[in-house]
């Protein structure tokens, strides 16, 4: 397993920006893809962005492309989510997530194993 901590998140005003972090520690880090979720309430947690093990290759939701920005420094066991932008229906609480057996990132959330315990954000109209 491996234990992730995320921070950053806040309230902002619409076309505000947020950069979520992801801290992680138990395992080498660069041998699993990482993720971002939100789950706004009421609704199902919903993917967000993930990015490979090198960083090669990312993918985004349609809501968040062009607006987000997942990154990862390997170096420091974190990685990252840039958020500009932003609108109300953002407001969520974010978790971060590792996908430990593979090093490709996915965009369902049953194939990550460790998650984090989430940051809120909340975006003002």
């Known amino acids: 397993q491996v234990q992730l901590v995320a921070a950053g998140g806040g309230l902002v005003q619409a076309g505000g920006s947020l950069r979520l972090s992801c801290a992680a520690s138990?395992?080498?880090?660069?041998?699993?893809?990482i993720g971002w979720f939100r789950q706004a309430p009421g609704k199902e947690r919903e993917f967000v962005a993930t990015?490979?093990?090198?960083?090669?290759?990312?993918n985004y939701a349609g809501s968040v492309k062009g607006r987000f920005t997942i990154s990862r420094d390997n170096a420091q066991n974190t990685m990252y989510l840039q958020m500009n932008s932003l609108k109300p229906e953002d407001t969520a609480v974010y978790y971060c997530a590792a996908r430990l057996g593979s090093i490709s990132g996915s965009s369902y959330l049953d194939d990550y194993d460790s998650w984090g315990r989430g940051t809120q954000v909340t975006v003002s109209s």
């Open positions: 138990g395992r080498t880090f660069t041998r699993f893809a």
């Open positions: 990015i490979s093990w090198n960083g090669g290759s990312t």
